[in-house]
């Protein structure tokens, strides 16, 4: 079973802080992303890795930075924390092998910015 | 631009009888659907997919329609249980730099009746 795991399921910091919040997933697979969830907006992509060391802005990245020095492993760094980053942030993996679509997901990490 | 969208955010079905949830879409380049299910408190679960050159895909209690003319997919669940109740994602897929994006709609909640 492919697994996703995420650091924290649950996180409270303060406006200004620094915040990391990690993912690391078990299947070998290249393709790596983070999403925010919002109540009426859906999933929203800030950041993706289809490779170590590599990163593409998704729709939402402004305020938010990645790190991936490993294959397993995906970071997703709010540099400076504000409230408007309070959310639900979901890191998935996917496999680039030809025709392969789905993306497995982390349980998530609900983040409260005070 | 929400090129993804679920226009219901909420639909309220009677166990044992037929739920449909509805997606549109507006880039014809999407190649690929998929539909994810997700409870409170945990990372989206992929649910059913269908290539851009099918137009249905069964699984069980679980259908999928797709109608490329119209830009419009569909889910159909029959018959409803109260285990269906969550929230339901469509997705759209595109390929960027050997990555499959996925672009998701706002989320349907479904609420199975007993």
């Known amino acids: 079973d492919v697994k996703v795991t995420q650091s924290s399921r649950y996180l409270v910091k303060r406006t200004g802080e620094k915040v990391f919040l990690e993912c690391v997933q078990d299947m070998d697979h290249e393709n790596m992303f983070w999403y925010r969830q919002d109540p009426g907006l859906g999933l929203r992509l800030i950041y993706f890795s289809y490779d170590v060391k590599m990163k593409e802005k998704g729709d939402i990245p402004e305020g938010y930075s990645v790190s991936r020095e490993k294959k397993e492993r995906f970071s997703l760094i709010l540099e400076s924390a504000s409230t408007n980053q309070t959310s639900m942030y979901l890191c998935?993996?996917?496999?680039?092998?030809?025709?392969?679509?789905?993306?497995?997901f982390g349980p998530g990490t609900r983040l409260t910015v005070t | 631009d929400q090129q993804v969208k679920q226009n219901s955010p909420s639909l309220s079905v009677q166990e044992g009888r037929i739920s449909i949830l509805n997606c549109d879409y507006t880039n014809s380049m999407f190649d690929y659907f998929l539909w994810y299910k997700k409870y409170p408190a945990e990372g989206p679960t992929f649910l059913i997919s269908?290539?851009?050159?099918?137009d249905k895909n069964e699984d069980g209690r679980f259908t999928v329609f797709l109608n490329k003319s119209a830009k419009h997919l569909s889910l159909h669940i029959v018959p409803s249980q109260p285990g269906d109740s969550a929230v339901y994602f469509c997705?759209?897929?595109?390929?960027?730099?050997?990555?499959?994006?996925?672009?998701f709609g706002q989320g349907t909640r479904l609420t199975i009746n007993p």
């Open positions: 998935a993996s996917s496999s680039k092998k030809r025709g392969f679509y789905e993306q497995y």
């Open positions: 269908i290539s851009s050159i099918k």
């Open positions: 997705a759209a897929s595109a390929l960027f730099e050997g990555a499959q994006k996925l672009v």
